[in-house]
Protein backbone atom coordinates (compact mmCIF):
# COMPACT_ATOMS: atom_id res chain seq x y z
CA UNK A 1 0.00 0.00 0.00
CA UNK A 2 1.57 2.97 -1.08
CA UNK A 3 2.35 5.94 1.85
CA UNK A 4 -0.24 8.47 0.90
CA UNK A 5 -3.22 5.85 1.06
CA UNK A 6 -1.94 5.10 4.15
CA UNK A 7 -1.84 8.83 5.46
CA UNK A 8 -5.25 9.18 4.23
CA UNK A 9 -6.84 6.37 6.21
CA UNK A 10 -4.94 7.86 8.78
CA UNK A 11 -6.89 11.48 8.58
CA UNK A 12 -9.93 9.49 7.94
CA UNK A 13 -10.13 7.70 11.08
CA UNK A 14 -8.87 10.58 12.86
CA UNK A 15 -11.75 12.90 11.50
CA UNK A 16 -14.22 9.98 12.44
CA UNK A 17 -12.82 9.76 15.64
CA UNK A 18 -12.71 13.85 15.85
CA UNK A 19 -16.38 13.91 14.82
CA UNK A 20 -17.46 10.98 16.48
CA UNK A 21 -16.15 12.87 19.89
CA UNK A 22 -17.78 16.01 18.60
CA UNK A 23 -21.44 15.56 18.97
CA UNK A 24 -23.26 14.88 22.03
CA UNK A 25 -26.96 13.75 22.76
CA UNK A 26 -28.98 15.21 26.02
CA UNK A 27 -31.68 13.77 27.07
CA UNK A 28 -34.72 15.42 27.62
CA UNK A 29 -34.20 14.95 31.81
CA UNK A 30 -30.78 16.09 31.94
CA UNK A 31 -28.67 19.56 30.82
CA UNK A 32 -25.11 18.84 29.83
CA UNK A 33 -22.40 21.00 31.41
CA UNK A 34 -19.28 21.87 29.11
CA UNK A 35 -15.80 22.10 30.83
CA UNK A 36 -12.77 23.89 29.06
CA UNK A 37 -9.73 22.64 30.29
CA UNK A 38 -11.39 21.63 33.46
CA UNK A 39 -13.34 25.32 34.09
CA UNK A 40 -17.22 25.71 34.04
CA UNK A 41 -18.11 27.12 30.50
CA UNK A 42 -21.44 26.96 29.51
CA UNK A 43 -24.72 24.58 29.57
CA UNK A 44 -26.18 22.92 26.76
CA UNK A 45 -30.24 21.95 26.49
CA UNK A 46 -31.80 18.69 25.64
CA UNK A 47 -31.12 17.74 22.20
CA UNK A 48 -28.02 17.49 19.81
CA UNK A 49 -24.76 19.81 20.32
CA UNK A 50 -21.05 19.82 19.57
CA UNK A 51 -18.19 20.14 21.49
CA UNK A 52 -14.27 20.70 21.13
CA UNK A 53 -12.39 16.91 21.40
CA UNK A 54 -9.91 17.00 23.97
CA UNK A 55 -10.12 20.85 25.29
CA UNK A 56 -14.06 20.66 26.09
CA UNK A 57 -15.60 17.78 28.43
CA UNK A 58 -19.22 17.33 29.45
CA UNK A 59 -21.24 16.06 32.20
CA UNK A 60 -24.65 15.13 32.51
CA UNK A 61 -26.96 16.09 34.89
CA UNK A 62 -30.02 14.61 35.91
CA UNK A 63 -32.20 17.92 36.63
CA UNK A 64 -35.77 16.83 36.01
CA UNK A 65 -35.28 13.26 37.51
CA UNK A 66 -36.62 12.26 41.43
CA UNK A 67 -33.83 10.90 43.18
CA UNK A 68 -33.95 9.12 46.37
CA UNK A 69 -31.67 8.46 49.32
CA UNK A 70 -32.29 5.72 51.85
CA UNK A 71 -31.33 6.05 55.54
CA UNK A 72 -31.32 3.00 58.34
CA UNK A 73 -32.10 0.23 55.06
CA UNK A 74 -30.77 -0.56 51.49
CA UNK A 75 -33.21 -1.46 48.72
CA UNK A 76 -31.57 -4.99 47.36
CA UNK A 77 -33.85 -5.51 44.60
CA UNK A 78 -36.79 -3.12 43.51
CA UNK A 79 -39.66 -4.83 41.69
CA UNK A 80 -43.35 -5.34 42.50
CA UNK A 81 -42.12 -7.35 45.67
CA UNK A 82 -39.00 -5.05 46.97
CA UNK A 83 -36.92 -6.31 48.65
CA UNK A 84 -34.58 -4.42 52.15
CA UNK A 85 -31.32 -5.13 53.87
CA UNK A 86 -30.45 -3.83 56.75
CA UNK A 87 -26.52 -3.47 57.12
CA UNK A 88 -24.29 -2.31 59.93
CA UNK A 89 -23.95 0.98 58.76
CA UNK A 90 -27.47 1.18 58.00
CA UNK A 91 -28.16 0.29 61.33
CA UNK A 92 -26.03 2.81 62.67
CA UNK A 93 -28.07 5.70 60.54
CA UNK A 94 -31.39 4.74 62.39
CA UNK A 95 -30.24 4.50 65.73
CA UNK A 96 -31.11 7.75 67.25
CA UNK A 97 -31.99 8.90 71.13
CA UNK A 98 -34.95 10.64 71.63
CA UNK A 99 -35.63 13.48 73.85
CA UNK A 100 -36.45 11.23 76.72
CA UNK A 101 -33.43 9.67 76.70
CA UNK A 102 -34.95 6.72 74.89
CA UNK A 103 -33.33 4.89 71.64
CA UNK A 104 -35.71 4.48 68.50
CA UNK A 105 -34.80 2.88 65.29
CA UNK A 106 -35.67 5.68 62.43
CA UNK A 107 -35.72 4.86 58.93
CA UNK A 108 -36.58 7.29 56.39
CA UNK A 109 -36.50 8.17 52.27
CA UNK A 110 -35.37 11.58 51.06
CA UNK A 111 -36.67 11.92 47.56
CA UNK A 112 -34.61 15.31 45.95
CA UNK A 113 -34.11 16.96 42.79
CA UNK A 114 -30.97 18.61 41.31
CA UNK A 115 -32.35 22.28 41.02
CA UNK A 116 -28.98 24.26 39.53
CA UNK A 117 -26.42 22.10 38.04
CA UNK A 118 -23.76 24.50 38.30
CA UNK A 119 -23.99 24.95 42.18
CA UNK A 120 -24.14 21.06 42.55
CA UNK A 121 -21.34 20.72 40.87
CA UNK A 122 -18.46 23.24 41.59
CA UNK A 123 -20.08 24.49 44.95
CA UNK A 124 -19.02 21.54 47.00
CA UNK A 125 -16.32 18.80 46.18
CA UNK A 126 -19.05 16.44 46.94
CA UNK A 127 -22.43 17.75 47.33
CA UNK A 128 -24.06 14.27 47.34
CA UNK A 129 -21.83 12.86 50.66
CA UNK A 130 -22.53 16.13 52.22
CA UNK A 131 -26.20 16.15 51.55
CA UNK A 132 -26.35 12.77 52.95
CA UNK A 133 -24.69 13.86 56.19
CA UNK A 134 -27.31 16.97 56.41
CA UNK A 135 -29.70 14.72 56.65
CA UNK A 136 -28.68 12.46 59.28
CA UNK A 137 -28.04 15.68 61.45
CA UNK A 138 -31.28 17.45 60.72
CA UNK A 139 -33.19 14.08 61.81
CA UNK A 140 -30.94 13.39 64.93
CA UNK A 141 -31.72 16.96 65.53
CA UNK A 142 -35.38 16.82 65.34
CA UNK A 143 -35.97 13.07 66.69
CA UNK A 144 -33.66 14.47 69.93
CA UNK A 145 -36.33 17.56 70.19
CA UNK A 146 -39.01 14.89 70.96
CA UNK A 147 -40.14 12.01 73.11
CA UNK A 148 -39.90 8.40 71.40
CA UNK A 149 -44.28 8.46 71.78
CA UNK A 150 -44.22 11.58 69.76
CA UNK A 151 -41.48 10.16 67.19
CA UNK A 152 -43.11 6.24 67.11
CA UNK A 153 -46.86 7.54 66.91
CA UNK A 154 -48.64 10.64 67.10
CA UNK A 155 -45.84 13.48 65.85
CA UNK A 156 -44.13 11.39 62.87
CA UNK A 157 -45.49 13.27 60.38
CA UNK A 158 -45.00 16.78 62.13
CA UNK A 159 -41.28 15.81 62.30
CA UNK A 160 -40.89 14.45 58.88
CA UNK A 161 -42.23 18.43 57.63
CA UNK A 162 -40.07 19.99 60.28
CA UNK A 163 -36.99 17.93 59.30
CA UNK A 164 -37.60 18.27 55.63
CA UNK A 165 -38.34 22.36 56.08
CA UNK A 166 -35.05 22.44 57.75
CA UNK A 167 -32.97 20.43 55.15
CA UNK A 168 -34.31 22.63 52.66
CA UNK A 169 -33.05 25.64 54.49
CA UNK A 170 -29.97 23.97 54.90
CA UNK A 171 -29.54 23.48 50.94
CA UNK A 172 -30.36 26.69 50.46
CA UNK A 173 -27.41 27.83 52.59
CA UNK A 174 -25.03 26.16 51.40
CA UNK A 175 -25.68 26.51 48.07
CA UNK A 176 -25.83 22.79 47.07
CA UNK A 177 -28.50 23.10 44.54
CA UNK A 178 -30.75 20.65 45.40
CA UNK A 179 -34.57 20.88 45.93
CA UNK A 180 -36.03 18.62 48.57
CA UNK A 181 -39.26 16.82 47.27
CA UNK A 182 -40.31 14.84 50.72
CA UNK A 183 -38.93 13.47 53.50
CA UNK A 184 -40.92 10.73 54.77
CA UNK A 185 -40.47 8.16 57.70
CA UNK A 186 -40.44 4.70 56.42
CA UNK A 187 -40.28 3.02 59.54
CA UNK A 188 -40.06 3.99 63.08
CA UNK A 189 -39.76 1.42 66.02
CA UNK A 190 -38.12 0.74 69.07
CA UNK A 191 -35.13 -1.60 69.48
CA UNK A 192 -35.79 -5.16 69.44
CA UNK A 193 -35.35 -6.12 72.72
CA UNK A 194 -37.72 -3.32 74.38
CA UNK A 195 -40.12 -4.18 71.14
CA UNK A 196 -42.62 -6.56 73.32
CA UNK A 197 -42.56 -4.04 76.05
CA UNK A 198 -43.31 -1.14 73.96
CA UNK A 199 -45.85 -3.04 71.81
CA UNK A 200 -47.89 -3.41 75.32
CA UNK A 201 -47.46 0.16 76.09
CA UNK A 202 -49.23 1.58 72.71
CA UNK A 203 -51.83 -1.18 73.24
CA UNK A 204 -52.70 -0.01 76.28
CA UNK A 205 -52.42 4.15 74.80
CA UNK A 206 -54.87 2.58 71.81
CA UNK A 207 -57.00 0.85 74.43
CA UNK A 208 -57.45 3.94 76.45
CA UNK A 209 -58.39 6.40 73.43
CA UNK A 210 -60.97 3.40 72.19
CA UNK A 211 -62.62 4.17 75.66
CA UNK A 212 -62.48 7.63 75.68
CA UNK A 213 -64.03 7.34 72.36
CA UNK A 214 -66.85 5.01 73.38
CA UNK A 215 -67.16 7.37 76.28
CA UNK A 216 -67.55 10.43 73.89
CA UNK A 217 -69.83 8.48 71.54
CA UNK A 218 -72.15 7.74 74.19
CA UNK A 219 -71.90 10.97 75.79
CA UNK A 220 -72.87 12.39 72.46
CA UNK A 221 -75.83 9.98 72.56
CA UNK A 222 -76.92 11.11 75.68
CA UNK A 223 -76.68 14.89 76.80
CA UNK A 224 -78.65 15.77 72.92
CA UNK A 225 -81.33 13.14 74.70
CA UNK A 226 -81.49 14.48 77.91
CA UNK A 227 -81.17 18.64 76.55
CA UNK A 228 -84.23 17.61 73.92
CA UNK A 229 -85.76 16.15 77.09
CA UNK A 230 -85.18 19.19 79.49
CA UNK A 231 -86.83 21.59 76.78
CA UNK A 232 -89.20 19.70 76.13
CA UNK A 233 -90.32 19.51 79.88
CA UNK A 234 -89.56 23.47 79.98
CA UNK A 235 -92.04 23.62 76.99
CA UNK A 236 -94.75 22.07 78.93
CA UNK A 237 -94.54 23.68 82.21
CA UNK A 238 -94.10 27.04 80.36
CA UNK A 239 -97.76 25.96 78.83
CA UNK A 240 -99.10 24.80 81.62
CA UNK A 241 -97.98 28.05 83.43
CA UNK A 242 -99.40 30.45 80.74
CA UNK A 243 -102.36 28.20 80.70
CA UNK A 244 -103.11 28.51 84.37
CA UNK A 245 -102.42 32.39 83.77
CA UNK A 246 -104.93 33.03 81.50
CA UNK A 247 -107.35 30.94 83.24
CA UNK A 248 -106.66 33.01 86.47
CA UNK A 249 -107.21 36.21 84.38
CA UNK A 250 -110.51 35.01 83.10
CA UNK A 251 -111.84 34.14 85.88
CA UNK A 252 -110.98 37.34 87.56
CA UNK A 253 -112.39 39.19 84.11
CA UNK A 254 -115.51 37.23 84.40
CA UNK A 255 -115.92 37.81 88.58
CA UNK A 256 -115.21 41.37 88.41
CA UNK A 257 -117.77 41.66 85.04
CA UNK A 258 -120.43 39.69 87.43
CA UNK A 259 -119.87 42.20 90.70
CA UNK A 260 -120.19 45.24 87.93
CA UNK A 261 -123.69 43.68 87.05
CA UNK A 262 -124.24 42.40 90.57
CA UNK A 263 -123.37 46.29 91.72
CA UNK A 264 -126.09 47.71 89.55
CA UNK A 265 -128.49 44.99 90.41
CA UNK A 266 -128.28 42.65 93.32
CA UNK A 267 -131.38 40.97 93.30
CA UNK A 268 -131.77 40.05 89.66
CA UNK A 269 -127.74 39.27 89.35
CA UNK A 270 -128.11 37.02 92.75
CA UNK A 271 -131.37 34.78 91.32
CA UNK A 272 -129.47 34.61 87.60
CA UNK A 273 -126.53 33.60 89.78
CA UNK A 274 -128.60 31.12 91.61
CA UNK A 275 -130.59 29.87 88.51
CA UNK A 276 -127.33 29.28 86.37
CA UNK A 277 -125.70 27.43 89.31
CA UNK A 278 -128.77 25.22 89.76
CA UNK A 279 -128.79 24.56 85.67
CA UNK A 280 -124.79 23.65 86.07
CA UNK A 281 -125.87 21.30 88.98
CA UNK A 282 -129.47 19.41 87.90
CA UNK A 283 -128.21 17.37 85.33
CA UNK A 284 -125.89 16.00 87.37
CA UNK A 285 -128.61 14.55 89.74
CA UNK A 286 -129.80 11.06 89.68
CA UNK A 287 -133.25 11.53 90.61
CA UNK A 288 -134.83 14.45 91.07
CA UNK A 289 -137.61 15.23 93.87
CA UNK A 290 -139.71 18.51 93.71
CA UNK A 291 -142.20 19.63 96.41
CA UNK A 292 -143.52 22.82 97.79
CA UNK A 293 -141.77 23.98 100.50
CA UNK A 294 -144.70 24.52 102.48
CA UNK A 295 -145.73 21.34 102.81
CA UNK A 296 -145.10 19.19 105.88
CA UNK A 297 -144.45 15.80 107.18
CA UNK A 298 -143.82 14.37 103.26
CA UNK A 299 -139.94 13.93 103.42
CA UNK A 300 -140.60 10.27 105.58
CA UNK A 301 -143.01 9.15 103.01
CA UNK A 302 -140.36 9.56 100.22
CA UNK A 303 -138.35 6.67 101.18
CA UNK A 304 -135.23 8.14 100.41
CA UNK A 305 -133.32 5.32 102.45
CA UNK A 306 -132.95 3.40 99.71
CA UNK A 307 -131.46 6.54 97.55
CA UNK A 308 -129.47 6.95 100.16
CA UNK A 309 -128.00 3.25 100.09
CA UNK A 310 -127.03 3.27 96.24
Not at 20 to 39: D, H, T
Not at 77 to 99: K, N
Not at 110 to 133: G, S, W
Request: one cysteine or more.
Amino acid sequence: MKPRTIKLIVIAIVAIIVLAGSFYQINPEEVGVILQFGKYARMSNPGLHLKIPGVEELIKVPVERQLKLEFGFRTTSAGIRTEYAVTRESLEEAQMLTGDLNVAIVEWIVQYKIKDPYNYLFKLRDAEATFQFMNEAVVRKYVGDNSVDEVITVGRARIAIEAKEELQRLCDLYEIGLEVNQLIFQDVNPPDPVKPSFNEVNESVQEKETKINQAWSEYNQEIPKAEGEAKQMIQAAEGYAMERINNAQGDATRFRAIYREYSRAPLVTRKRLYLEAIAEILPKVYKKIIVDEKLQNIVPLLNLGEEVKK
